[in-house]
């Protein structure tokens, strides 16, 4: 788990990001808060591995919080203005988002500092939720000690087990520790969509509609009742 620490001196952007991180099972929020000064003394207390920062707040701005702390979280900047950029680099932050910032721009931000965050770990620490970038057409699953490059035209369905997902391909089955709530917001909503609370299914590979289930390849996927007339809606 990535414990996290938002700092920005607007409401509004806390807000969003706050749904954002809460929307990211890989994330743990510690604190939101809008004075960088309490922000200083939460990451001098707790253990923080991902800091969100806004650069110009009134009290203390975020290029100079981050150059007085002794022992940087990994950052990523939170702000409207490009004029930081250079000085982000120099500061060697994760990333760079500029407001108002998009929830996929926001996820390859994070898997970009998670995987900054396991390399210091020395790898002990998996990455279960890292998401699909939505403009790529594979997905990296991490499981059997391997990484696969999966096509996510390849994906059949996605079947979900407590904190384990089964993702069926043409190529055989992958178990991936996940979960499909994350999957739900991060995989292309032009390609897939949830049709029950334990799957997920590639839209271009549903073959047909059965009284309540959807048969892809042999298998006869059911629609929650919640589901269907949005199913119904998309499909046919």
Excluded: W
């Excluded at 982000?88 to 721009?105: Q, T």
């Excluded at 059997?144 to 994906?155: F, M, S």
């Excluded at 384990?164 to 043409?170: E, G, I, K, N, Q």
């Amino acid at each position: 788990m990535i414990k996290c620490l938002i700092v920005d001196d607007e409401q509004l952007a806390r807000n969003l990001l706050e749904g954002y991180v809460d929307k990211t099972p890989q994330l743990e929020l510690v604190a939101s808060l809008k004075n960088p000064v309490e922000a200083a003394a939460v990451i001098q207390r707790e253990q923080i591995d991902l800091l969100f920062l806004d650069i110009q707040m009134p009290d203390l701005m975020g290029t100079d919080l981050l150059k007085s702390l002794p022992k940087k979280p990994a950052t990523i900047f939170t702000t409207a203005y490009k004029d930081y950029a250079l000085e982000g680099y120099e500061l060697d932050v994760v990333d760079y988002l500029l407001k108002p910032i998009p929830f996929d721009r926001f996820l390859k931000a994070v898997n970009k500092a998670v995987n900054g965050i396991e390399q210091i770990r020395g790898g002990n620490t998996a990455s279960p939720e890292a998401a699909p970038d939505p403009t790529s057409e594979y997905v990296s699953l991490k499981a059997d000690h391997r990484i696969y490059k999966v096509r996510l035209a390849d994906i059949l369905y996605i079947e979900g087990l407590k904190e384990y997902v089964t993702y069926y391909t043409t190529e055989g089955k992958i178990i991936v520790l996940q979960s499909l709530k994350h999957l739900e917001v991060s995989l292309p909503s032009q390609k897939f969509m949830r049709v029950h609370k334990s799957y997920i299914i590639n839209k271009d590979r549903v073959k047909s509609l059965y009284g309540n289930q959807l048969e892809i390849g042999e298998k006869k996927i059911p629609i929650g009742q919640s589901y269907k007339e949005q199913v119904l809606q998309s499909l046919f």
